[in-house]
Structures are given as structure tokens and as C-alpha cells.
T-cell receptor, first 111, second 112 residues
Framework: SQQGEEDPQALSIQEGENATMNCSYK?????LQWYRQNSGRGLVHLIL?????REKHSGRLRVTLDTSKKSSSLLITASRAADTASYFCATGMDSSYKLIFGSGTRLLVRP | NAGVTQTPKFQVLKTGQSMTLQCAQDMNHEYMSWYRQDPGMGLRLIHYSVGAGITDQGEVPNGYNVSRSTTEDFPLRLLSAAPSQTSVYFC???????????FGPGTRLLVL
């Protein structure tokens, strides 16, 4: 089964609104990463947060990590139509040198 | 730098045929991996390599073979294609397996 599970599976918002997506995981991690995938393209790395960090920012992105709840959230502020994409969380395992992906959140930002 | 390149972009196979998906990177990364992406399933790890001459299985290795003779190249071989292998295949590389991955553009494979 997938290590990371995103919620919601799909999200539709108006341009200018904030978008929040969540990721839950099951086992101990070294880090958690978020990737973006535009339709028909490869994945692009957005941000990485280590297991000893609680919050990280990058431009309009804010990621939080709660290791006690085994969950993370990605906030995109002031969304733009260009943010329309699928967003995946991926967990860097503590017990092995692998990265395991969740099933993704499809974000639609309406102009 | 070209980053991670994959060929072909699109391929149609008949059941039972074999083929090799090519992947190359020019970032001198030790770690390379292959994922498949199916609708609603996210990415699943097929095989990975932590360096030249070293490969290991991921979550869904059956029906696929890999080798790593150089740091740059990591081909994925389908031994006898089946319709269940219809998918989009992504190759990725990184300096270490659980760190930031750099993805290729993908290969769309259709098995009839």
C-alpha cells in the first residue's frame, strides 16, 4: 500500500484563493517532499522538509510537518491559474534509501 | 546540462514483445530509479540503483529487468510485454535515494 496518502484527491479553487492539501504517512521518515506534475509532464521538486523540522517556506509555498500525527500539509497562497497541476507528497524512508510517493491531489485553479 | 533524458517518448507494443526504455543523466548522480504511473495510483517504484553495478527491486519489479553498467545510464527492459504494463514510465536520479529526485519527461507505453 502507498506510504503517503494525499487529501483531498481533487481540489478546485478560484484564482487568488489559498490551496491546502494534506499528506498522511505510516512509518518513520527521514524527510517528506512535495512535487508538482503538470499534465503529461514529469514531476518537479517543490520543497523538502526534514523530520526534525516543523515548517518550511519557499515563495508562495508553506509546508508543515507533524511527525506525532504522521502528517504534512502544503499551502499555496494567492493561487494562480498556472498552479493548476497534480501535487504529490513523497516520503524519504528512515529505514531505507527509497522515496515512496502518494497518489496525489489534482488542483484546478479557475481564472 | 540536459538533466535526465528518456527515450522513446511514446511506444506501442504487442503482447509478448520485448523492449528497452532508455534513461540517461548527466548530473553524476549515484542513485537512479524507475517508476510507473497509472491513473489514480501515483508513482510506484519498479527498480532502483545506488551506483554502477548495483541494482535492487522496488514495489512492482515483476516483468522488468534493469542493469547499471555506467553512472550515466539506467535502462529498463520489458522482457515480455503485457497489457498490464501499459503505463507512463518515469526515470529519476538523485545524489541519494531519499533526497530530491530529478525526473525525466516520461515514456508513454501502450501494450496491445
Amino acid at each position: 500500500s502507498q506510504q503517503g496518502e494525499e487529501d483531498p484527491q481533487a481540489l478546485s479553487i478560484q484564482e487568488g484563493e489559498n490551496a491546502t492539501m494534506n499528506c498522511s504517512y505510516k512509518t518513520s521518515i527521514n524527510n517528506l517532499q512535495w512535487y508538482r506534475q503538470n499534465s503529461g509532464r514529469g514531476l518537479v521538486h517543490l520543497i523538502l522538509i526534514r523530520s526534525n523540522e516543523r515548517e518550511k517556506h519557499s515563495g508562495r509555498l508553506r509546508v508543515t510537518l507533524d511527525t506525532s500525527k504522521k502528517s504534512s500539509s502544503l499551502l499555496i497562497t494567492a493561487s494562480r491559474a498556472a498552479d493548476t497541476a497534480s501535487y504529490f507528497c513523497a516520503t524519504g524512508m528512515d529505514s531505507s534509501y527509497k522515496l515512496i510517493f502518494g497518489s496525489g491531489t489534482r488542483l484546478l485553479v479557475r481564472p | 546540462n540536459a538533466g535526465v533524458t528518456q527515450t522513446p517518448k511514446f511506444q506501442v507494443l504487442k503482447t509478448g514483445q520485448s523492449m528497452t526504455l532508455q534513461c540517461a543523466q548527466d548530473m553524476n548522480h549515484e542513485y537512479m530509479s524507475w517508476y510507473r504511473q497509472d491513473p489514480g495510483m501515483g508513482l510506484r517504484l519498479i527498480h532502483y540503483s545506488v551506483g554502477a553495478g548495483i541494482t535492487d527491486q522496488g514495489e512492482v519489479p515483476n516483468g522488468y529487468n534493469v542493469s547499471r553498467s555506467t553512472t550515466e545510464d539506467f535502462p529498463l527492459r520489458l522482457l515480455s510485454a503485457a497489457p498490464s504494463q501499459t503505463s507512463v514510465y518515469f526515470c529519476a536520479s538523485s545524489y541519494e535515494g531519499r533526497e530530491t529526485q530529478y525526473f525525466g519527461p516520461g515514456t508513454r507505453l501502450l501494450v496491445l
